[in-house]
């Protein structure tokens, strides 16, 4: 366990494993303590770095900023990577697979494949931003005064009815404190429930030359699936498979694990 310094926030971190670097980015709302299993699963393959990103789990602030973008995303992300080293395998879940891909497309020397697990990038595909926007709307009209609230509307809009009375009690407290990361993220720039998400062109997609695994979930919103579809025709290296179960993929599915492993054998580290 460890905290960086970046953005002016300190940034829990944990390291795991030795070798070659493999960073995991959660969603929204969400922290790494949901990556707990995952991340000893990947300590097997290099070295795995899981945090908590800015405004969720041990990195929420004392008082919270009204907005955070996908910049300050980046920005944390390249501190992290500059502390263990890079480039790493990328894997990114939801918002976190938002992250990974425009940190490929930005800073494409530090990443070293692309592992996106229903990446939120839903900009790239008119049915799913209108879904996305919809469900915006929906979360700042029920957060009113309760931020926690946020969080919960997201899971139960994204993952179906029932979903928040499925998880325990610990669980749901966990997800709402992640209520004022998910607003601050909804009133910045560039995440995928902002008023203006970022929407990489044809040509930043072409540019991601770095092999990528697009995973989805055979249960999951039609919305990923059509972003997944998307995101596979316009990058040049990326692969797809489809696994079961929802939205919610485990980072260290077997399917990622072959994967990192392949990645591993084949680009030697420098």
């Not at 969080?151 to 749901?172: D, H, I, K, N, Y």
């Not at 999951?220 to 993929?249: N, T």
Request: charged share 20%; proline share 7%.
């Amino acid at each position: 366990m460890a905290t960086l310094r970046t953005g002016g926030l300190e940034l829990f971190h944990e390291v795991r494993g030795t070798g070659d670097p493999i960073l995991g980015i959660h969603g929204s709302p969400s922290s790494c303590a949901f990556w707990e299993d995952a991340a000893e699963a990947l300590a097997a393959l290099g070295t795995c770095v899981v945090y908590d990103r800015r405004g969720f789990g041990r990195s929420a602030w004392a008082t919270p900023p009204l907005t955070v973008d996908l910049d300050d995303h980046l920005d944390d992300a390249v501190a992290l990577l500059a502390e263990v080293g890079g480039p790493a395998v990328v894997i990114g879940r939801s918002t976190g697979g938002l992250i990974a891909l425009a940190l490929a497309v930005k800073h494409p020397r530090l990443v070293r494949a692309l592992v996106l697990l229903e990446p939120a990038v839903f900009a790239i595909h008119a049915e799913a931003q209108a879904w996305a926007t919809q469900l915006r709307e929906n979360v700042l009209s029920r957060a009113g005064d309760e931020p926690g609230s946020a969080a919960r509307t997201v899971l139960e809009l994204a993952l179906g009815p029932g979903t928040w009375e499925s998880f325990p009690g610990e669980v749901q407290e966990l997800f709402a404190a992640g209520g004022p990361g998910v607003l601050a993220e909804i009133r910045g720039r560039g995440l995928d429930l902002s008023e203006q998400p970022w929407l990489p062109s044809a040509e930043e997609l072409a540019s991601v030359s770095q092999p990528t695994l697009v995973l989805s979930g055979e249960s999951s919103y039609p919305a990923a699936l059509a972003v997944d579809e998307q995101l596979v025709s316009s990058l040049p290296e990326a692969r797809h498979e489809q696994v079961r179960g929802g939205h919610l993929i485990d980072p260290a599915h077997p399917a990622v694990l072959r994967f990192v492993t392949e990645v591993i054998a084949d680009q030697p580290s420098d």
